[in-house]
């Protein structure tokens, strides 16, 4: 390949070289032989058009620029004929060398432009007229020559009409090529005529007549090239979308294709992949990068004039589209050229595509046969690859890095391991705005629940241990549509340890826990409370988040009587939550001290529900064992007694905390007293009364109990 281009770009050369002796030959008879009186042109003459003056001005369909019919003119006429005294032969010759360096396949580049923009051969000379002042720099002088002044050394339409035999009126148009297509750039100020105003080539074009070939700068500074996919490298669903696309875009030019779905990864692969199926390099456009205003028509021209000298694939990321960039976005497609994806998370209304593509991440099935393939001939390999997929839902190039990042771990952790931690990281969602992680301490596996409060915790953590078995092996998901995830209520008072139970189930779980912010997620705007729930769901699937949505009565609250909009859209609102939910595919815990204020249909839907009791006796005693870290010095601390306090596991925790601090501020050993003074304190936060003939009967007996 290397060689072929090297001979074009010799040919291309020899070409230019030729097209210049023409154009020097083309002077020399236009100055005459006296160099130093420039002959002026005699006389200027409009093509005739076959009709008379009267007959063509009052047609309707009359265009001052049409280009003279075969049938109108039977042979060029000069609009400004050239001077007396030329020298035929030597031009003759020059035209001559130039019909044969013009031979060859591909053509040189001059050629491909004037094909590709279906330029006149007049316009094509324009072209060449103004590439040589930037080819050779003793041309202008010859310019100015011919055109009767020192100060007129850049080239003109009306010095092309001196030169060409071919000359015609509508290379002057705005709709003719050269000027649509910004191939010249004029300089016309003031009063200047349109005729003599100077002309200069545009850079790019410039370039691409040497033989150098690349992105427009004004195109280039806004899009980001996207790394290229071979499709092998894509999952067995998405390969096949690549076959849709492909043969789309071999039928139809421009192809202008939706890409619709949750996953933005998934989307730009696919896009990456189709285009280098066809041969072309993807650029990426941020949709809020779109010009504005006249900007816009600029950079659109541009875009067009790109895509045929350069063909490319754009990608328009409208994934997270703003109102304000919508407009925008429906102008640049109705006036695509080329390959055009448009990245959508929903759609867009009014949109003028050839084919809607929807993407999703690949199936679970297809995940786990990545896995198995990524992890190739590792002990127990179909094992991990099925745990794996079933908790994390990662496209393959994430699963590859997933692996290559586990290989290179710490040697003293176990491989499986490794293998869980990178694919926590990896697929970690980015919620840092409308959520909270929570770093799970060892002390949650000390929670204190009754037995049949325990044994629902333990089922929760086996349902979505043991997904990939019952879903995949045994073929539940080719039944479910929805559901396929848990979900869990925790109901109890607060402080009876809904969010250390959450805690505990991540631990066991060895997944994140996010905790969230329900401040952040509900909005006052229209449509922002459904836009920030999709973000969160979408976030957590990818990771396998466990999500904890706490004081989740806020949120799922009971749908109410439609009386005004605020009431039709809170509505809406319960009912995406619904369908979310249900949609998930992780574990998605709610806590509330109002079971009865929820949503009876959404606490329909829920797999588990899980009721925290007020402790008793015998729960608050191995609360209290358990407040305390080993390191804490304690003296005659009796559990029994404390236990006879009325208090929940959150009161017992906040207690040991200031205890703690009195008996550190002191220099003491925590004692009975420390500790009831600390209950009163937490019963005045809770507005409780305190009786102190409780707490007098209740007081330790002076001995270290630990």
Known sequence: M?????????????????????????????????????????????????????????????????????????????????????????????????????????????????????????????????????????????????????????PSFALAMTLFDHAAWDALSPERPLRYWRLIDINQPGATPLTTAAL????????????????????????????????????????????????????????????????????????????????????????????????????LRLWLRESLLLPFALHLDGHDLPATAEQNVRRLVRRAGGLLFVDLRDGLSGLEIDSRVDVARPTALEQRAEWENQLGERPDSAATAARLSSHFDLDFADIAAVVREADAGAEDVPPEERLWRSSVTRGRPSLAQLAQRIEVKPSCR??????????????????????????????????????????????????????????????????????????AVVSKYIGETEKNLRDVFDGAETGGAILFFDEADALFGKRSDVKDSHDRYANIEIDYLLQRMEAFAGLAILATNMKSALDPAFVRRLRFIVNFPYPGPGERRRIWQHAFPPGVPLRGVDFERLAQLDLTGGNIHGIAINAAFMAAAAGTPVTMDLLLDACRIELRKLDRPVNEADFRRIRAVAGDRR
């Open 2 to 154: 290397s060689e072929e281009i090297d001979l074009w770009l010799d040919r291309n050369n020899a070409y230019l070289a030729a097209a210049l002796a023409h154009l020097r030959a083309l002077l020399r008879a236009a100055i005459g032989p006296d160099a130093g009186t420039p002959q002026a042109p005699t006389g200027t003459a409009l093509a005739e058009t076959g009709r008379d003056d009267d007959a063509a001005g009052s047609w309707p369909g009359f265009n001052l620029f049409r280009r003279p019919a075969a049938a109108d003119a039977a042979a060029p006429v000069l609009l400004l004929p050239g001077p007396d005294g030329t020298d035929p032969a030597a031009v003759a010759a020059a035209a001559e060398r130039l019909a044969e360096a013009s031979a060859g396949d591909p053509p040189p580049a001059l050629l491909m432009l004037a094909g590709r923009f279906e330029l006149s051969d007049f316009e094509r000379d324009i072209l060449l007229l103004c590439l040589a002042a930037e080819l050779d720099p003793g041309i202008p002088a010859s310019y100015a020559a011919v055109q009767g002044s020192p100060g007129r050394a850049s």
């Open 200 to 299: 200069r080539i545009d850079e790019r074009i410039a370039n691409f007549a040497k033989g150098l070939n690349h992105l427009d700068g004004r195109i280039a500074a806004l899009l980001e090239p996207m790394p290229a996919v071979i499709p092998e490298a894509l999952a067995p669903s998405h390969r096949v979308r690549i076959a849709e696309i492909e043969r789309l875009a071999r039928a139809t030019a421009p192809a202008r294709i939706a890409l619709v779905g949750p996953d933005r990864v998934s989307k730009r692969r696919l896009a990456a992949a189709a285009a280098a199926a066809l041969g072309l390099p993807c650029y990426r456009l941020p949709a809020e990068a779109i010009p504005t205003g006249a900007e816009l028509d600029s950079f």
């Open 446 to 519: 000390d929670i204190v629940l009754p037995e049949g409060e325990m044994a629902l915790l333990d089922h929760i953590a086996a349902q979505v241990r043991e997904r990939a078995k019952v879903y995949d092996d045994w073929g539940f998901r080719e039944r479910m549509n929805r559901g396929l995830g848990v979900s869990a209520l925790f109901a109890g008072d607060s402080g009876t340890g809904k969010t250390m139970a959450a805690e505990m189930l991540a631990d066991r779980l060895s997944l994140d826990l996010y905790r969230i912010d329900l401040s």
